[in-house]
C-alpha cells in the first residue's frame, strides 16, 4: 500500500483550501463544532467517527477527490444537510480506506438558492447513485453528472423530500 | 490438460453422487415443520403481540393511571389514552384506551416507558381479518372488561 | 467461459437487432422490487440498469420527524434480514454523540446478537441463492437452521425479524440462560450442518461450474464503488469494520477475516460461508466470556446529543452500515443519513453485468446479497 | 388371443390414456411429496389422506380457469402448440412393452418410432414459446430448440450401441432376449459393450435434457425466465405442458427399463411380469424425482458444453468399443 501518512493528506488538503479561503463563510448553529473551525481539521475517531475533516472549496472538490483516489480510499457516501436557517446546503462526503484505520470527511457548502455542486462521478463512480439520491431529496445539482434522473422517488418527483421546507405530496 | 479434464468428469460426477446420497439421508428422516393451523406453537415469554393491560388481581381493572406517558414515546401515534381523577382516589384511572392496531409496529416503546407497568405485551399471533375496522381500535379497556367475566 | 472480447464480436457482426427485456419489479430473481432494465443482445446484456425505489419509505425523513428513541424501531426495518446491525449502527452514533456509556455486558450481549443475526442472514442468502440457481432443497435445509436462530431472537427479544433490541446505552432486557445455553447448542449443532453444506453444495460440479470466473468483480472496482462486506472481501481486500474500524468489543476477540482473491461469483460465496464459522467462534468467544453486570448504562431520560455530526458504522452481514446523525443538540434529529450496504453494491451491477449472459448477470445478482427494503429505505 | 382386433385397440386407446392422465396427475403427487421428504416437510396433506386427492384438486381448478390468449398472439399456433406435445408423447405409449402379451402394437422398428415421436416435442415447446408473443418465453424456445438438437445426439448414439448389443429395434424383442436373472439385463451385459453402464448413464442424462427435467429445465428456469415457453399460458393450456412433461418422463424411464433392465422380465420368477416393469418404471422415476430435488440447474452453456464435448465423445467412444467387440468376438 502507498498511502501517504496523515501529516501528509493534511498538508496537501491545506494547500488546497487556503488558496481561496475568503468563500469559506461558516454560518448558522455550528460555529462551535469541532468540524468547521478550521478548513482541514484532525478529528478524533471516537468522538466523531472520522479522523480527518476538510471543508473544501467547491472548485477543488474533484481535485481532493483525486487525491483521495490516489491514496486509495474507497467511496463511502454522500450526506446531503439542508442549513435552512443559514440558507446553504451542506454535501458531507464519506471516504474509507479499505487498508487502514482512516476515514476522510470532505465537505462543501452552497448556497440554498443555487444548489450546484461538480460531480465526482469521473473519479469515483460509485458516487453516481449517491448524486442522484442526494439531487432526489435536496434538489441540489450535480453538473456533469449524466443522469439526474429520480433514483429512489417515482419518475415524476419534482419535490425534495428532504429539504427542511418541504410539507408534503398534495 | 486433457487429464485434467478427465479427473473433473470423474471427481465432478462424484461429487453428484455425494449430493444424492445427502438428500437421500434426510428423506428417511422425519419432516421438521409443525403442521400449522393443526398444530401451533407456545410463544415464548417475551413474545411481543399486540399490547394489553396486565390485570389487577385484586380489583380485577387495569393499573394504568393515564399519564399519557405510552402515548407520547408511541413512535406512530397510535396510542389514545383517557382518564379522569375519580373522587377519593389518589391518581387518575383509565377511562379510555385505544390502540390502532394498524399503526402499530410492536417496538415495546410504551410497555417499557410505563411508569406503573400497566402494559404488557399479549401472545395473540393469529390476528386476522377481512376488515380492516377490526383492528383500526383495539380497546384495551373494553377488553380487559372482557377477560374479568 | 465466455469472455466479453468474445461478446463485443458478437454484438459488431452488423445484426445490432438488440431488445429491452424488463427483469422485475414482479420477477422470481429479484427477491423483491427491484426492476433491471436489461438491453439484450440475444441472451448477452450490453446495459443493465437497475430502477429501484419500488419500496422506498423515506426512512431518512422519518428520522426527522420523531425523537432519537422514536426512530429505533425503524432501524430494524431498513434490512429486516439483519436488523441487529442496523439498529448498532445507529444506537452507536447516539451513544457517540451523546457520550453515553455502555456497560460491558451489554456490548458482549449485543455482539452475540449480531453475530447470530449474521449467520441467518447469509443462511437466508445461501438459500436464496441456490434458488436462483434453481436448487430448491437447500434453501429448506437453511431455513431449517435459520428458524433455531430465530426462536433464540424470539425468546430473547420478543420477535422473529424486526427486534429493536439494543437501546442507547444498552439493551431492551437481559439474556438468561435460556438464551446462553440456547446459542452454545447452536453453535455445536452448525458445524456439522456446514460441513454437509460443503458436500451438498460447495463441492457440486454444476454448483462450481455456474459460480468459477462468472461475475469478476475486482477490488479496484469495488474501491470506487464503495462495496463492502463479502463482495468486497471476495475481491482480496479483507476489508471489515470489525477489524479496521473496531466497535463494541470486537477487538476482545479472535476470528479471522476470510478473503479470496478471485473476485468471482464462487469467492463471494465462500467468504459467506467461512464467515459463518469465524461467527460461530465469535459466539464461542463471547458466550464463554460474557461478564456480569447491568445491561443497560446510565441514561438521561429524554437525549439531546450536544450539536455537530457524528457516524458510526458496523459490519453488517452484506457490509459497511453506517450512520451519519446530525444533531441540533435538540431531542429530534436534524438528519439520519443512513449509509447501506447493498445501495452501493448494487451500484456496481451496472458496470460488472455488462456483455454477460442473462443466466450468469442472475447468478452474479444474487452474489451480491441484495435486500431491496435496505436499498430502497 | 379372443379379443377382436377392433375392440382390444380401444380398450388400449382408453387405457393408454387412462394411463397417462393418472400418471401425469399422481406423478404430479409424487413430486410433490417426494419434494417433501426430501425437504423435511411432509408435502400436500390438506386434500385427501396425505393429499391424494391433490391432483385432482389441482386438475379442476386448472380446467375452470381460462385459458387466455395474449393480445398480439399467434392464437393458432399458440392453441396448437398443446396439442402438439400431448399427442407424440401419447402415440409413444403405443408401442410400448408393458407386459409379455400387454402392447397395443408390437411393431418391429418400435424404438425408432418412439424417437422419431420424441423430436416433435421440441416443435411444441417452440411453437407455444414463440407464438406467445413473450420475450422470456422467446428466449426459452431459443434454449430448448439448440438443448435438444444438442442432446438427439448422444442420446441416438448410445440407442445405436444398444441397436448393435440387441441387433433389434423391437421393443419386444429386445426385453426377451434379457430373460433370467438381472446379470441378463443389457446394463450388465459387458460381454457386448465393456462400457455399458456408461452408456446408461448418458442415455439417462440425455433423457433428462430431452424432457427438459432439472437440472436441466432450461425452459422453465423459473428464477430466471419466469416459466420460460409457457409463460402465457393460463389453466389447461399450462396443464397439458405439464401432463405432456410427465408423459415424456414416463416414455423415458419406460425406455430405460425396456433398453437397460430387461422390461418386465422378472429377475426371481415371481408376480406377472406387467409388475416388474412397472416396480422399474417407478424405481427410475422416482431417481428423476431424486435429482430434481438434489441439484441446482447447470448453466445453459455448461449444458451444451457438456453435450458437445463430453457426451458425444463418450458416447462415440461406447459406439466403438461395441463395435470393437462384435467385431472381434
Not at chain 3, 459466539?283 to 456480569?292: F, W
Not at chain 4, 387405457?15 to 416437510?41: D, T
Not at chain 4, 406387467?274 to 448453466?299: D, E, G, M
Amino acid at each position: 500500500m502507498t498511502a501517504a501518512p496523515l501529516e501528509e493528506l493534511i498538508a496537501v488538503f491545506r494547500a488546497m483550501t487556503e488558496s481561496d479561503n475568503t468563500e469559506q463563510e461558516v454560518s448558522g448553529w455550528d460555529e462551535g463544532a469541532a468540524s468547521s473551525r478550521e478548513s482541514v481539521a484532525v478529528v478524533d475517531h471516537d468522538a466523531n467517527g472520522w479522523h480527518l475533516d476538510v471543508s473544501i472549496p467547491l472548485d477543488r472538490l474533484v481535485e481532493a477527490a483525486g487525491v483521495l483516489d490516489r491514496e486509495e480510499f474507497a467511496f463511502d457516501t454522500i450526506t446531503g444537510v439542508d442549513w435552512i436557517a443559514a440558507g446553504d446546503m451542506e454535501v458531507v462526503y464519506d471516504f474509507f480506506h479499505p487498508g487502514r484505520f482512516l476515514r476522510v470527511v470532505l465537505r462543501v457548502r452552497v448556497r440554498r438558492e443555487q444548489p450546484e455542486v461538480p460531480t465526482i462521478l469521473h473519479v469515483f463512480p460509485g458516487a453516481g447513485w449517491h448524486e442522484r439520491e442526494t439531487h432526489d431529496f435536496f434538489g441540489i445539482r450535480f453538473s456533469g453528472h449524466p443522469d439526474l434522473s429520480p433514483l429512489l422517488l417515482p419518475e415524476d418527483a419534482d419535490y425534495h423530500p428532504l429539504r427542511k421546507d418541504f410539507t408534503g405530496v398534495a | 490438460m486433457k487429464k485434467n479434464a478427465l479427473k473433473e468428469i470423474v471427481t465432478g460426477f462424484a461429487s453428484l453422487l455425494t449430493g444424492m446420497r445427502i438428500t437421500l439421508a434426510q428423506f428417511f428422516k422425519p419432516p421438521v415443520t409443525v403442521n400449522y393451523p393443526r398444530q401451533s406453537l407456545k410463544m415464548p415469554a417475551r413474545y411481543r403481540g399486540h399490547i394489553t393491560f396486565v390485570r389487577d388481581q385484586e380489583t380485577g381493572k387495569s393499573l394504568c393511571i393515564a399519564c399519557k406517558s405510552c402515548q407520547k414515546a408511541c413512535p406512530s401515534d397510535c396510542i389514545v389514552v383517557e382518564g379522569v381523577k375519580r373522587e377519593g382516589e389518589k391518581r387518575k384511572s383509565v377511562t379510555d384506551f385505544k390502540l390502532d392496531f394498524t399503526k402499530c409496529s410492536l417496538c415495546g416503546s410504551c410497555v417499557e416507558v410505563c411508569p406503573v407497568d400497566a402494559l404488557e405485551f399479549s401472545k395473540h399471533y393469529n390476528l386476522a381479518s377481512t376488515n380492516k375496522e377490526k383492528f383500526v381500535v383495539i380497546d384495551l379497556v373494553k377488553d380487559l372488561e372482557k377477560r374479568g367475566k | 467461459m465466455l469472455h466479453k472480447e468474445q461478446i463485443t464480436n458478437h454484438s459488431t457482426d452488423g445484426h445490432n437487432e438488440t431488445f429491452v427485456l424488463n427483469l422485475g419489479p414482479q420477477h422470481p430473481a429479484t427477491h423483491g422490487v427491484l426492476r433491471v432494465k436489461m438491453t439484450m443482445d440475444g441472451e448477452y446484456i450490453t446495459r443493465a440498469e437497475p430502477v429501484c425505489g419500488y419500496i422506498h419509505r423515506m426512512h431518512e425523513k422519518m428520522g426527522e420527524n420523531r425523537t432519537w428513541a422514536q426512530f429505533l424501531p425503524n432501524t430494524s426495518r431498513i434490512d429486516y434480514l439483519s436488523a441487529m446491525h442496523y439498529t448498532h449502527a445507529f444506537v452507536g452514533a447516539v451513544e457517540r454523540a451523546a457520550r453515553i456509556e455502555v456497560p460491558p455486558r451489554a456490548e458482549f450481549v449485543r455482539v452475540i446478537t449480531s453475530e447470530l443475526n449474521r449467520i441467518s442472514s447469509h443462511l437466508v442468502w445461501f438459500g436464496a441463492y441456490l434458488l436462483d440457481l434453481g436448487g430448491f432443497t437447500p434453501l429448506l435445509y437453511a431455513f431449517d437452521d435459520r428458524e433455531r436462530i430465530l426462536d433464540l431472537l424470539e425468546g430473547l427479544t420478543g420477535a422473529r425479524l424486526t427486534y429493536c433490541y439494543y437501546r442507547f446505552g444498552g439493551l431492551c432486557n437481559d439474556v438468561d440462560e435460556d438464551f446462553i445455553n440456547g446459542t452454545r447448542d447452536f453453535v455445536h449443532y452448525m458445524r456439522p450442518r456446514l460441513k454437509m453444506y460443503r458436500a451438498l453444495v460447495t463441492d457440486n460440479i454444476i454448483f462450481r461450474k455456474r459460480l468459477e470466473n462468472i461475475g469478476i468483480i475486482d477490488a479496484e472496482m469495488c474501491r470506487k464503488y464503495g462495496a463492502t462486506g463479502p463482495v468486497i472481501r471476495g475481491a482480496g481486500t479483507p476489508y471489515d469494520v470489525r477489524r479496521l474500524e473496531p466497535y463494541s468489543v470486537y477487538d476482545a476477540f479472535d476470528f479471522d477475516i476470510p478473503h479470496y482473491p478471485e473476485g468471482d461469483c464462487m469467492a463471494r460465496y465462500l467468504v459467506r460461508m467461512e464467515e459463518i464459522e469465524q461467527s460461530l467462534r465469535i459466539l464461542e468467544q463471547a458466550v464463554a466470556k460474557l461478564p456480569d453486570g447491568p445491561h443497560i448504562g446510565k441514561v438521561p431520560r429524554m437525549i439531546k446529543p450536544p450539536a455537530g455530526d457524528y457516524t458510526y458504522a458496523v459490519e453488517a452481514a452484506r457490509g459497511r452500515m453506517m450512520v451519519r446523525i446530525v444533531s441540533d443538540g435538540k431531542e429530534i434529529p436534524y438528519r439520519v443519513k443512513l449509509r447501506t450496504p447493498s445501495f452501493a453494491n448494487l451500484s456496481l451491477f451496472e458496470e460488472a453485468s455488462r456483455g454477460m449472459l442473462l443466466t450468469d448477470a442472475l447468478a452474479l445478482m444474487g452474489s451480491l446479497d441484495l435486500v431491496i427494503p435496505d436499498i430502497d429505505r | 388371443m379372443s379379443i377382436p382386433e377392433p375392440f382390444r385397440l380401444a380398450s388400449f386407446v382408453v387405457g393408454i390414456m387412462a394411463f397417462v392422465g393418472l400418471n401425469a396427475a399422481y406423478l404430479v403427487w409424487v413430486e410433490r411429496k417426494g419434494a417433501g421428504r426430501f425437504q423435511r416437510r411432509p408435502g400436500p396433506t390438506e386434500v385427501g389422506y396425505a393429499g391424494l386427492l391433490q391432483p385432482i384438486a389441482d386438475a379442476v381448478k386448472l380446467m375452470t380457469k381460462q385459458v387466455i390468449v395474449p393480445p398480439g398472439a399467434d392464437a393458432t399456433l399458440f392453441r396448437l402448440a398443446p396439442v402438439l406435445i400431448m399427442t407424440p408423447a401419447m402415440m409413444c405409449f403405443t408401442v410400448l412393452p408393458f407386459g409379455e402379451t400387454l402392447t397395443a402394437t408390437d411393431i418391429n422398428l418400435g424404438l425408432l418410432m418412439i424417437f422419431a415421436l420424441g423430436s416433435i416435442n421440441v416443435m411444441a415447446i417452440m411453437l407455444g414459446g414463440w407464438s406467445s408473443r413473450n420475450k422470456y418465453a422467446i428466449i426459452s424456445s431459443a434454449r430448448v430448440v439448440s438443448q435438444n438438437v444438442a442432446y438427439e445426439i448422444p442420446m441416438l448414439l448410445t440407442v445405436v450401441t444398444m441397436l448393435m448389443v440387441t441387433g433389434s429395434a423391437n421393443l419386444n424383442q429386445i426385453v426377451q432376449q434379457q430373460a433370467g436373472a438381472f446379470w441378463n439385463w443389457n446394463l450388465f451385459n459387458l460381454a457386448a459393450n465393456p462400457l455399458m453402464p456408461v452408456t446408461f448413464v448418458i442415455f439417462f442424462i440425455c433423457m433428462l435434457a430431452e424432457t427438459n427435467r432439472a437440472p436441466f429445465d432450461m425452459a422453465e428456469a423459473e428464477s430466471e425466465l419466469v416459466a420460460g415457453a409457457f409463460t402465457e399460458y393460463a389453466g389447461m393450456g399450462f396443464g397439458v405442458f405439464f401432463m405432456a412433461e410427465y408423459a415424456n418422463i414416463v416414455v423415458g424411464c419406460s425406455l430405460a427399463t425396456v433398453l437397460f433392465f430387461g422390461g418386465w422380465q422378472s429377475p426371481i420368477g415371481v408376480l406377472p411380469g406387467v409388475w416388474w416393469f412397472l416396480l422399474k418404471l417407478y424405481l427410475l422415476i422416482f431417481t428423476v424425482v431424486w435429482i430434481r430435488w438434489t441439484f441446482p440447474r447447470t448453466q445453459f452453456y455448461g449444458l451444451l458444453n457438456l453435450s458437445w464435448k463430453i457426451l458425444i465423445p463418450v458416447s462415440l467412444a461406447t459406439v466403438v468399443s461395441t463395435a470393437a467387440v462384435m467385431k472381434v468376438f
